[in-house]
């Protein structure tokens, strides 16, 4: 081959590239005539079908428009309705709340039901008439006519509701309440309403008429911790749905608006007031002639008394929503819903902790400005023995101790401790009480002062704020930095990470105040979380559910056996340092009134801001337990502390839990002093009821308590004598002096209960 001078491949590459370009502009030009060809062509074929004037601004632009605004909403609605259609992704959607548990106590006790018997479910036509004729005439009227919406229903339901200045009607058929019970949760808000009216709509398209009304009737909640209108006949009248009169289906129709306000066995005469209004839509929506519902308002119902009645219903929903989870984790292939489950549940501790509840907010709730409480008590395995989710169940069924996130105040601070003893820190560390700023916020102690030098142990003893703000520095300081704001935030992770190790699964927000609690917990966590401490730094996941069997007694789960075994979150020797510094706190800290009789006990008292909350969590070598107080709508109690009903109902329900139990060591923690028998009778007469036994606590100051005593001594010298009190007796007996009562049962250790006593958390 002859040698080509670098000057020809040049051209040769010009050329090319030349070839190229010219290729690619003629396809363009062609490609550009061929397109105004085709519009041309496109134009002549559209102009015959031109419409011009009149017609065009009658027929032709509104369409256009209609089609232009059409596809824009069509694509609205498929945004909206994708996070609708996502609840429905589970292929057991229509099981996954068709179960049928029958619960029992630890000890094999039936203590009540949770569910639908899908198995014997009462098929539609076995319903009575009336039943049907009432729910329809309450709830929604054209049910077998509109698509799943009922739309006008709804815009009747907007136009009164407007007229009325607020919500006194209802717009959602009956589809719409069955979405929401099968697929979303009972908050108030636009995106909700909007996901139940598309699942309104999936409903009709995927179930007939009577399977949805069959639905409906079996899973709407119907007040008293009753779910369905057969499980509703029994609660409220001792019989099936099958055998209920008019007067009694008035009235469970009338449950399906507001089951809480309604319930018979709470306030009848609201109950028979609308079963009335139920009896009068009969007339309206033609149901029904006056004449034949004239019987049932001559006889309203009468409902079963079930006031002497105590079934533990927040722990009951608590656990059925366990077995629920539960239930998903089982083989795919598994078909069984009806099962009975044992639970941790101790009924005698549960009920001595409901009714102390009760009884510290009847006696003290008015002048403390408090109006609820929650309260967990759990074994050292995290098994839920007893449980308060609030005062009253038939009054809200929210459960506070489990969905309610209050902040936990100084009870949060032992996290913050067991992190500092991890990285180096000694409970006789020293550490100084002084100000300390991280950029414009800087912590300030209960009393606004400051004490200098103590030791880790006298710092939570008293529940000093500044230390663990400090501390939280001190754990994030890295050698050759002295950024204080990024050490702080170094040792709040290392906290949280703590924390998580426990158990605490809440959000737990960085912010430079959540060393001492500005961060929210729940009741159930917090209670088992602490548990960790007496059981050698191993933490445990909370749980109700002991065993699961089948209806026929097959053995399907076993948390000793199945459950999630323990975390090691501490070492055992920051376990033990951590219970002996906490123990401080009982025996002469902010906590004294949880003090008891023979029982060691650690815990840590909890106050926030303008004293919204109010906690004491500790534990036993037995158990842990957690008990807040305060106010649905966070309003400020009346300064309220943890160490005063908080400490108060963690005592009692202690103090009864412990009852034939035998009596385990913290480890780290030296045995509990106990009073001798001799001295207990000779204080018995200093020492109100409350202290023999659990109870009210003492509300006498020492001063009172020593003039008692001396009134009491006068009484005896009289006796003996056989004096009158009236002016023969001439020398009164010498008072008590205050050593010659023990600290541990004084009225000074427990001072009286009122506002004006609490003043440290």
């Keep these: 081959m002859r040698n080509i001078l670098p000057s020809e491949w040049t051209k040769r590459i010009r050329h090319f590239l030349l070839d190229i370009d010219a290729r690619i502009d003629s396809t363009l030009f062609s490609s550009g005539a061929g397109a105004r060809e ?288 539960l239930i998903l984790t089982f083989p795919k292939s598994y078909t069984e819903r009806v099962f009975v489950v044992r639970t941790a549940i101790d009924m005698n501790v549960q009920r001595v902790a409901e009714a102390t509840v009760e009884d510290q907010l009847r006696q003290f709730g008015r002048d403390y400005h408090a109006t609820q409480a929650a309260a967990v008590l759990a074994d050292l395995d995290g098994g839920v023995r007893a449980m308060v989710g609030g005062r009253d169940y038939g009054a809200s069924q929210f459960n506070r101790a489990v969905d309610a996130m209050r902040q936990p105040g100084s009870s949060f601070k032992p996290y913050v401790y067991a992190t500092a003893l991890m990285n180096g820190f000694k409970p006789d560390s020293k550490v100084v009480d002084g100000p300390v700023c ?124 199945d459950g999630k075994k323990p975390v090691q979150a501490i070492p055992v020797t920051v376990a033990a340092d951590m219970s002996e510094m906490m123990s401080h706190v009982v025996t002469e800290g902010t906590a004294k009134r949880a003090r008891m009789d023979g029982i060691p006990a650690a815990g840590k008292t909890g106050t926030t801001n303008a004293f919204r909350d109010a906690w004491f969590a500790g534990f036993t070598g037995n158990f842990s337990a957690a008990v807040w107080y305060g106010n649905d709508d966070y309003s400020s109690t009346n300064r309220m502390t943890g160490g005063s009903l908080p400490a108060q109902t963690w005592r009692e329900i202690m103090v009864a839990a412990h009852q034939g139990v035998e009596i385990k060591d913290i480890p780290g923690v030296g045995p509990a002093a106990r009073t001798p028998p001799g001295q207990a009778l000779a204080n018995a007469a200093t020492k109100p009821a409350g202290e023999i036994k659990p109870g009210p606590p003492p509300i006498l100051t020492k001063r009172g308590a020593d003039i008692l005593v001396r009134v009491e001594r006068l009484l005896e010298d009289a006796g003996k004598s056989g004096k009158v009190l009236s002016g023969e007796v001439d020398k009164p007996a010498k008072p008590l002096s205050s050593t010659s009562i023990p600290a541990s049962e004084s009225f000074a250790a427990a001072a009286p209960v009122t506002p004006a006593a609490a003043r440290k958390n």
Excluded at 443 to 470: D, E, F, H
Excluded at 538 to 548: D, F, G
Aim: glycine share 8%; proline share 4%; aromatic share 10%.
């Design 38 to 325: 085709l519009f041309e062509r496109y134009s002549a074929f559209m102009d015959r079908f031109h419409v011009g004037r009149w017609k065009r601004w009658v027929f032709i632009e509104p369409l256009s428009e209609g089609a232009t605004i059409g596809t824009g909403v069509l694509v609205l609605m498929l945004a909206l309705a994708v996070p609708a259609f996502r609840e429905t992704s589970d292929d057991d959607w229509l099981k996954k709340s068709d179960l049928a548990v029958t619960f029992l106590d630890r000890y094999g006790n039936a203590i009540g039901n949770r569910g639908i018997k899908h198995n014997d479910a009462i098929p539609l036509e076995d319903f009575p008439d009336h039943l049907i004729k009432a729910t329809l005439a309450t709830e929604d009227r054209r049910f077998y006519d509109h698509f799943g919406i009922d739309i006008p229903g709804t815009a009747r339901a907007l136009l009164t509701n407007a007229q009325a200045g607020g919500v006194r009607q209802g717009g959602s058929s009956i589809s719409q309440q069955l979405a929401k019970n099968l697929f979303l949760s009972n908050e108030r808000t636009i995106e909700r309403k909007v996901k139940e009216a598309f699942l309104a709509i999936w409903l009709e398209t995927r179930l007939t008429k009577n399977e949805i009304l069959k639905l409906y009737l079996d899973r709407a909640y119907m007040g008293g911790g009753t779910f369905g209108v057969d499980g509703a006949a029994h609660f409220y009248f001792n019989k099936s749905a099958r055998d209920v009169n008019l007067a009694e289906s008035a009235m469970l129709a009338g449950l399906f608006k507001a089951p809480t306000r309604y319930a018979p066995h709470i306030n009848l005469p609201a109950a028979r007031a609308r079963a009335n209004v139920v009896l009068d839509n009969l007339v309206d929506a033609s149901f029904m002639t006056e004449g034949q519902v004239f019987g049932a308002r001559r006889n309203p119902a009468n409902a079963v008394d079930r006031r002497d009645e105590n079934s533990p219903n927040y722990y009951l929903d608590y656990a059925f929503e366990e077995m629920r989870k």
């Design 438 to 561: 991280l950029g414009n916020w800087c912590p300030q102690n209960y009393g606004r002062s400051y004490s200098g030098t103590m030791t880790l142990t006298t710092a939570i003893t008293r529940s000093v704020n500044v230390i663990p703000v400090k501390l939280s520095i001190a754990i994030g300081t890295i050698p050759r930095s002295s950024n204080q704001w990024e050490a702080a935030k170094r040792g709040r992770a290392k906290i949280v990470e703590t924390a998580r190790k426990f158990g605490i699964t809440a959000p737990l927000l960085d912010t430079p105040s959540l060393p001492i609690g500005s961060t929210e917990v729940n009741v159930l966590e917090h209670a088992v979380a602490y548990g960790a401490f007496p059981n050698k730094g191993r933490a445990n996941k909370p749980h109700a559910v002991l065993e699961v069997r089948t209806g026929a007694g097959e053995l399907v789960w076993r948390w000793d056996r």
